[in-house]
């Protein structure tokens, strides 16, 4: 594959980097993306009707279920190529930060240290009421287990639609896309706000904006360097036409 040699001159100029991944970097790992992940029993909601607390609020075992088979799912995935060239040009560039909408954990998994994870984590699950994590629980319970503090139902620790981001994830997030010098956008559809702004504040400030994504999106009309294929198979490449050549 070939890049133009102005954007690998500036990768190798800069360690002001920051990038934004989404659902498609996971894909290769064999996990569904987000628009595409209702199959079989699933099939008849949208990601939307399961993910909110609304839904929690009106049927919590349905939304329960929902996760621990996402859970279940994650369990087997490994990180992949993609994931680990991100972690690549952590080693190259210290100041590099990988800001993240994926709870599926396979970006600290591969080995990244600078992450900030938008949507919370999967893996974590915490108290609906008072907020206390729980280390353990019946998954196989006929009901939503239950917090061994105040007896609140347990959720698990993800933003939903219509919540709050984590603050200080979002805040550093905004802080680094408005800092840095090359902006990547990889495997996202880039719909789902605040994230999808994070490219315009970089864009506002100077950033090149390089979009690495299976497809088109909203945001390819603004990027200055579009790559349409495989994040798994770009990222490697693009790590090694600017740093290991
Ligand atoms: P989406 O499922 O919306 O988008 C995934 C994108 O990755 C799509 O544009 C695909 O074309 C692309 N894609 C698929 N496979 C790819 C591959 N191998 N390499 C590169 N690109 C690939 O997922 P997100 O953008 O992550 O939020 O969704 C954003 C948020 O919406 C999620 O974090 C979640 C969801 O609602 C919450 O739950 C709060």
Known sequence: MIFPAELLSLLARTG????????????ESGLRTF????????AQYKPEDLASPEAFARDPKLVWDWYAWRREAIKGARPNPGHYALVEIEKKKPQFILITQNVDGLHRMAGTHNLLELHGNIQRVRCSECGKFAETWDEDSET???????????????VWFGE????????RAVEAARACDVYFSIGTSGVVQPA???????KKNGAVIVEINAEPTPLTPQADFSFHGRSGEILPALVKAAFNH
């Open 196 to 202: 999808a702004s994070l490219a315009h504040a970089a």
């Open 144 to 158: 939503v287990p239950r917090c061994d503090h105040c007896d609140g139902l347990l959720r698990p620790d993800v």
């Open 164 to 171: 709050s981001l984590p603050r200080d994830q979002l805040e």
């Open 16 to 27: 002001k980097l920051v990038a934004l991944t989404g659902a498609g970097v996971s894909q």
């Open 35 to 42: 628009r595409d992940s209702q199959v079989g029993l699933w």
